[in-house]
T-cell receptor
Framework: SQQGEEDPQALSIQEGENATMNCSYK?????LQWYRQNSGRGLVHLIL?????REKHSGRLRVTLDTSKKSSSLLITASRAADTASYFC????????????FGTGTRLQVFP | DAEITQSPRHKITETGRQVTLACHQT?????MFWYRQDLGHGLRLIHY???????NKGEVSDGYSVSRSNTEDLPLTLESAASSQTSVYFC?????????????FGEGSRLTVL
């Protein structure tokens, strides 16, 4: 069963706009990660946020985590056409395992 | 540079045939994983390994097997391919330091079972 569910499933915006994707999960976690997948390629790690962190930044990426609501959001600021990709959240399931469970992803289209 | 490679990248086979997808990583990572990706399901874990001679079933392991005879390789075998196994398969690895760190993915193997 899926641990994470992303929302929305698809998002279309213009270059320069901000894109926000949300992820909800079911069980307690230690870490939540976001990955990006360009069409026809493998996934690439973007950012990891630990359960005791509330917000993390990396370049134009901002991730928030609300463990009380079991949800996370990924914000991409000043989006570019090159940001067009699918974005996945992934969570671990218990401490001391390296097994990640992925959500179904958000497909982002950024129009020039 | 260290990397993770999958082969073949594309394969077409017939129902009932045995198929093996190769995965080779040069990071010396302990953990290796196989996922399948299907529309509407995201990535689902098939099998994983925490080290040599260690293998574990994921959430969709039926019809698949893996073996880990060395650190670098985790081949995925479909014993008798079925049309339901048509999918894109991704191999990934991670250092295995006691927590779910960053996964490094291969480029995927697209398998079509006719």
């Amino acid at each position: 069963s899926q641990q994470g569910e992303e929302d929305p499933q698809a998002l279309s915006i213009q270059e320069g706009e901000n894109a926000t994707m949300n992820c909800s999960y079911k069980t307690s976690i230690n870490n939540l990660q976001w990955y990006r997948q360009n069409s026809g390629r493998g996934l690439v790690h973007l950012i990891l946020i630990r359960s005791n962190e509330r917000e993390k930044h990396s370049g134009r990426l901002r991730v928030t985590l609300d463990t009380s609501k079991k949800s996370s959001s990924l914000l991409i600021t000043a989006s570019r056409a090159a940001d067009t990709a699918s974005y996945f959240c992934a969570t671990d399931t218990s401490y001391n395992t390296d097994k990640l469970i992925f959500g179904t992803g958000t497909r982002l289209q950024v129009f020039p | 540079d260290a990397e993770i490679t999958q082969s073949p990248r594309h394969k077409i086979t017939e129902t009932g045939r045995q198929v093996t997808l190769a995965c080779h990583q040069t990071w010396n990572h302990n953990n290796m994983f196989w996922y399948r990706q299907d529309l509407g399901h995201g990535l689902r874990l098939i099998h994983y390994s925490y080290g040599v001679q260690d293998t574990n079933k994921g959430e969709v392991s039926d019809g698949y097997s893996v073996s880990r005879s060395n650190t670098e390789d985790l081949p995925l075998t479909l014993e008798s391919a079925a049309s339901s196994q048509t999918s894109v398969y991704f191999c990934a690895s991670s250092p295995g330091t006691g927590y779910a760190g960053e996964l490094f993915f291969g480029e995927g193997s697209r398998l079509t079972v006719l």
